[in-house]
């Protein structure tokens, strides 16, 4: 299932400057998803981080990567016009900068989900290079 931007803005809350995902490239809901973010130097974070050398904050790659993972949650029926919110985040490992012109590919999998809990793992590319993984997410809907 492919998603652009409009699409992913009617399941999660998230707006401009603040989302962090332009594309849902794969999807099976409640089980895994892949989406792209396209850096560009428009980004406004890059106005801070760093003037003189660009570099996406790995904070903000941890939240892409939960933004995708709450598409593929809030896709579900029963989830549709929740939020999902952070319950925890484990082992988190930074590989490569992210810089402008770069384009992150979020690759995500939901391991378990019980009721309104659930866990997953993921893991950010630039091309075949790992930007930045995830051993655990841990999220909440409600």
């Known amino acids: 299932m492919v998603m652009d931007i409009n699409e992913i803005m009617s399941i999660i809350p998230h707006r401009q400057p603040f989302l962090l ?10 089980k895994s998803i892949v989406a792209t973010k396209n850096v560009t130097y428009n980004e406004p974070f ?7 050398e660009p570099v996406m904050p790995g904070v903000l790659q941890v939240e892409a990567m939960a933004q995708a993972g709450a598409v593929a949650i809030m896709s579900m029926e029963q989830f549709k016009g929740k939020i999902g919110y952070f319950g925890g985040i484990k082992n988190v490992k930074f ?10 590919r979020i690759e995500l999998e939901i391991d378990k989900l019980k009721k309104n809990i659930g ?7 630039v091309g075949d290079e790992v930007a930045c993984q995830v051993e655990q997410f841990m999220f909440i809907v409600e």
């Open 21 to 30: 995902i332009d594309r849902v490239e794969e999807m099976e809901e409640g």
């Open 46 to 52: 890059f106005a801070g981080h760093f003037p003189q």
């Open 95 to 104: 590989k490569r900068k992210v810089v402008p012109g770069d384009v992150l």
């Open 119 to 125: 866990i997953g793992h993921g893991t950010a590319y």
